[in-house]
């Protein structure tokens, strides 16, 4: 019998060696089931950004951040919409959209509502939201020709998977609120409320003062906010008005080389008064909203209280349906990650 000397003098019968070669390809070539991929991306997490936009620009860095962000395929931007009936503020979303390479993205805007850029910017032509539409591309004209807020967001939601879409509002609650009383339509069965439990997993906002206080996209339609915290049936994550506002972002886009952008433009006009950078209050909720917390930001668990002026309060409650960030990463860390997404460029 042929035998192999192997390491200590043992021998090995050769027929068993050879059995023992076989087993080990065999068992080499098995599939590694505890082990994804290393090629599988996850897959993108799916938003919907409503915003207020014209009142302020941090909105346009959060739309840049999304778009960013979908450019390296970690988020869907399943809708776009303003909580906002100025005149000038779908036309301002569509523009950030359509320099991203995604103008056939849905928008929508309330019917009935607040107004307030229009009552406070109109007639000057030196403000961004004035100037930016006639620089850039777009279709739709007014923010009135949108189709109304609570028919799309019927409509895209109805046919997402279940507790798959994360909406990220960074204005006023007026559409949410909406949403939530809408009743069953030809796009679903199911009553507002019954619908967003079924297909959000997160809404993410910018909103509320922490511990307590005054925050404007609360209070500028209070009516719509004391709906929306005290019915909203899928789990909140606010980012406050004590958060954004020591980041400031901007500075880098305008001295950037970065040429007919819309971006740039946006803050370039508005960094002639705010020479030190924009308060970034939207820029935080959509990097949570798109990518969760991670070493960003940690939480408190509780819920927030609205009441009908819009003045706010927090509870602390380690089971409550909503949480609030609180400071982790160094801010100056945080603002360049802001900041770098939002100087990425389309692609």
């Known amino acids: 019998m042929k035998t192999v000397k192997v390491a200590l003098g043992y021998s090995i019968p050769f027929f068993e060696l050879k059995h ?23 897959a993108p997490v799916s938003v919907i950004f409503d ?21 390296s395929g970690e988020v869907k931007i399943l809708a776009t919409f303003s909580s906002n009936m100025y005149t000038n503020s779908v036309p301002c979303i569509e523009v950030i959209n359509t320099y991203f390479g995604r103008p056939d993205i849905p928008l929508g805007a309330p019917h009935k509502g607040v ?9 000057r032509d030196d403000y961004w939201a004035v100037n930016l539409p006639k620089r ?20 895209v939601l109805s046919v997402q998977p279940d507790t798959s879409v ?6 006023f ?5 909406a949403l939530l009383q809408s009743p069953p339509d030809k796009y679903s069965d199911l009553d507002g409320k019954t619908l967003v439990n079924k297909k959000v997993r997160r809404l993410i906002s910018m909103a ?39 980041i400031l972002t901007g500075k880098r886009l305008v001295a950037s080389e970065i040429k007919n952008s819309p971006v740039k433009d946006v803050f370039s006009m508005g960094l002639i008064v705010d020479i030190n950078g924009r308060m970034s209050w939207d820029e935080t909720a959509a990097l949570v909203g798109a990518r969760g917390c991670r070493d960003y930001f940690g939480t408190v668990k509780g819920r927030m209280i ?15 349906p909503m949480e609030h960030l609180v400071w982790k990463m160094p801010k100056e860390q945080l603002t360049r990650t802001i900041e770098d997404l939002m100087m990425h460029q389309p692609k």
């Not at 915003?51 to 450019?71: E, I, R, S």
């Not at 994360?166 to 204005?171: A, K, Q, R």
């Not at 925050?215 to 606010?238: G, K, M």
Request: proline share 7%.
């Open 166 to 171: 994360n909406i990220i509002s960074t204005g």
């Open 173 to 177: 609650f007026t559409n949410l609120a």
């Open 208 to 246: 509320g003062y922490f511990p307590q206080g005054r925050e404007f996209n609360v209070c500028t339609d209070s009516a719509a906010s004391v709906i929306v915290f005290e019915q909203w049936p899928a789990p909140i994550t606010l980012s406050g008005f004590e958060i954004g506002v020591k």
């Open 51 to 71: 915003t207020d936009m014209g009142p302020d620009y941090d909105d346009v860095g959060a739309l840049a951040l999304l778009h960013a962000l979908a450019d």
């Open 20 to 42: 023992l070669f076989l087993i080990s390809i065999a068992l080499a070539c098995l599939p590694c089931t505890g082990c994804k991929k290393q090629s599988e991306a996850p």
């Open 136 to 155: 850039y591309p777009h279709k739709i004209k007014r923010t009135e020709e949108a189709p109304d807020a609570v028919a799309v967001y019927r409509q």
């Open 306 to 320: 609205v009441d009908p002026s819009g003045n706010n309060t927090w509870k602390d409650d380690p089971n409550g």
């Open 115 to 123: 107004n307030i850029v229009e009552q406070r910017f109109a007639g």
